[in-house]
């Protein structure tokens, strides 16, 4: 009995598609009509305001220098960097100065890497300091000045154990 009913209704449906589809989308239009006029009653409520919590400092002040440069690039601290702040991807000679610079580096970073072979960590850390200077994103160098100011930090002194005594 339930399919013969659902059977008439949907022949009944196929007879009548266009006058459905009107209804359909009448009532869509009254769904819309009415999500519409309520948001525009809603009252905007009013946000409290959020309180500043001082933050330490993310970057070093040494390194603010360089910070401060990218976004005026004449501050630089050196014209190596000036150049590299100043690169453009779409300039070809900028390109041929980029590569001037990182092979410079890495001329002063093997003649660092030679000296901290032959143990001298000063002249190593002031060779990379000076690649650093023409090229700052240089990995190598980078990577040996952080070996270099590890070894150079003070070893952690062991906490005794307070209960020990107890």
């Not at 070093?60 to 991807?89: G, K, N, Q």
């Amino acid at each position: 009995m339930a399919n013969e009913q659902v059977q008439q209704y949907l022949e009944k449906l196929k007879k009548n598609k266009e006058t459905a589809t009107i209804v359909t989308l009448c009532l869509l239009l009254a769904v819309v009509g009415l999500v519409y006029m309520q948001e525009q009653q809603r009252t905007s409520v009013e946000v409290p305001p959020v309180t500043q919590v001082p933050m330490p400092p993310v970057i070093a002040p040494e390194d603010m220098v360089v910070v401060d440069s990218m976004f005026d690039v004449e501050a630089a601290p050196t014209t190596a960097v000036r150049t590299l702040l100043s690169y453009s991807l779409f300039q070809s000679h900028n390109a041929a100065q980029v590569n001037q610079l990182k092979a410079s580096a890495d001329q002063i970073y093997a003649s660092a890497s030679a000296r901290m072979a032959q143990g001298d960590t000063a002249g190593a850390k002031a060779a990379c300091l000076e690649a650093l200077a023409i090229y700052p994103p240089h990995p190598k160098a980078n990577e040996l000045l952080d070996t270099i100011k590890a070894a150079e930090a003070p070893a952690a002194t062991p906490v005794a154990d307070v209960g020990a005594g107890i």
